[in-house]
């Protein structure tokens, strides 16, 4: 489930932001609690607490004392605004470094962008 | 709220099995005790639970020195290989025992997880496979409810879906109800996340005794063509390195410094790698 590239508190951080893009911790809902993380990917309660604390912080989850955490109203456009603004950083730059890296040219890429434009589903 | 290991030794003929070991283990963190094959680690569980005795040292439990003392040990309670019922009795009957002298011994819960693991409770203990031997020990740990809870090897001879529910319960149990554990293992990859403070003792002492986070962040992994990583690492602590062809793969102690050369490869070390690794630099001491 986690490799070893990034910290597991950052992984599990990521993991949840991904359920709340993509709809399956829908806003106000609740999420999965410490417990419930913890026992799941069997990693320490403290470390579960940790990744979640990122997105509270993030003011994308909210703490409803006795109940559990709930995913914030909004927090699904917030990340999306986000997510787009980091695409320049973590798509398009990478693209183009890889791009030269191969030897194609400007009018190569535009070419095969707007193939996948097209294309892809 | 801990336990005080102090200055523990102990002889058996001439072989030193713990050669001065002090330790302390603290309220509501989890432990990873590891070693090889004949390091200590089951002579240590052993002391610290009175059921050895220290040739030198003591062991003290919240303060009280646990050598025959009742009211320290029933704050403990060891998963270890031996079983400690009498020869014909039955499952059932053990949790009525394990009621007697451990007051928190959740009854109930130890049948739904009996129930869980597909454990017959009208078995004797004796006639149990050492997979459901095992499983039943286990039970009573998870059952017990003493502060401090220690697992020796505590998934011998289960299989992977029961070694699964195992850790599940475990971290369950933990996350609610928070107290001491101390696990004991060689299966270090089932761990590694799970382990607040990693313990590592070899030939008898301790060799490590950090917070996992710290210790894992000490080492570090780099790959790429061999005279790279010959340049890159030189001068540095290397635990261990091996080559594939051109391909150098080093193992190295301390954090990376530096701009990273092209064509270098870094990663993060996981915790058995790791440990193996520093087996494999001891072994050449």
Known sequence: ?121 | MSIEIRNVTKQFGDTLALDHVSLTLEENKIYGLLGNNGAGKSTLLSIITDRQKATEGCVLVDGENVSGNDAALGKLFLVGEQNLFPDDMKVKRAFDTAQMFYPNFDRAYAEATAEKFGLNLKKKITALSTGYASIFRLILGLSVNTPYLFFDEPVLGLDAQHRDLFYRLLVEKYAENPCTIVISTHLIAEVANLIEHTIIIRTGRILKNLPTEELMADAFTVSGPAATVDAFTSGRHILTSSTLGGLKTACVQGVPEGELPVGLELSKINLQDYFISMMEEEDQK
Do not use: C, W
Not at chain 1, 20 to 42: C, D, F, H, R, W
Not at chain 1, 49 to 78: P, S, W
């Open chain 1, 1 to 121: 489930m986690f490799n070893e590239e990034k910290p597991i508190f950052l992984q599990l951080a990521e993991q949840l932001e991904e359920g709340i893009l993509s709809g399956a911790y829908p806003e106000e809902g609740q999420v999965p609690s410490i417990t419930e993380y913890a026992a799941n990917y069997k990693i320490n309660p403290a470390t579960a607490l940790k990744g979640i604390n990122l997105l509270v912080d993030r003011n994308l989850l909210y703490k409803k004392r006795g109940v559990g955490m709930f995913v914030a109203a909004g927090a699904q456009e917030k990340l999306l605004g986000e997510r787009r603004e980091r695409f320049y950083h973590d798509y398009i730059e990478k693209l183009v470094r890889e791009a030269r890296h191969l030897g194609l040219s400007a009018a190569q890429l535009s070419e095969m962008l707007e193939r996948g434009i097209e294309n892809v589903d």
